[in-house]
């Protein structure tokens, strides 16, 4: 009975963390969308470190099952939810647990999809000013233009 417990404790903790951690990748979306990158950089330490809490819960998670002889994994908890028919209550917190996973992971991949888009664009406006500066360089010390190339004049052959 202590080990249902346990479980019960665990899941609760990780679904209030995964709520936390939604929230967290909304803030991280709209900071993305406004454009607001000054506020990325405490984002992602706010997010490293709700990730590294919900994998040690996941890992006391799976502890707990390998203490009851169940693996250590989804199949395990399954497996222990079919043997603890009564709890009910376990099962659908587990469940909510499962959808907020699906839920982080689709948020994630769409602030990774913005954070690519943001770098594309940033490095599309880098290989524009570097041409900009290399067109600068086209003028000799004179201020007058210098031809862009080795190769001969108009008209010559």
């Known amino acids: 009975m202590a080990g249902e417990v346990t479980l019960q404790h665990l899941l609760h ?15 991280e979306q709209k900071t993305l969308t ?13 997010k490293s470190s709700l990730f590294s809490r919900l994998a040690a819960l996941g890992e006391a998670r799976n502890n707990a099952l390998a203490a009851q002889a169940m693996p250590p994994d989804r199949a395990g908890m399954e497996a222990w939810l079919a043997a603890h028919a009564g709890s009910g ?49 086209l003028y000799g010390p004179d201020g007058q233009a210098r031809p862009i190339g080795g190769g001969r004049s108009l008209g010559s052959y």
């Open 13 to 27: 903790e990780e679904v209030a963390l995964l709520r936390d951690f939604l929230s967290l990748l909304q803030r």
């Open 89 to 137: 209550s376990t099962r659908k917190i587990w469940t909510e647990l499962l959808e907020l996973t699906l839920q982080a992971r689709e948020l994630n991949r769409v602030n990774g999809n913005l954070i690519n888009t943001r770098l594309a664009n940033n490095q599309q406006a880098l290989t524009t000013l570097l041409a900009a500066a290399n067109q600068a360089a």
């Open 34 to 46: 406004d454009g607001d990158i000054d506020r990325l950089l405490p984002l992602a330490s706010e």
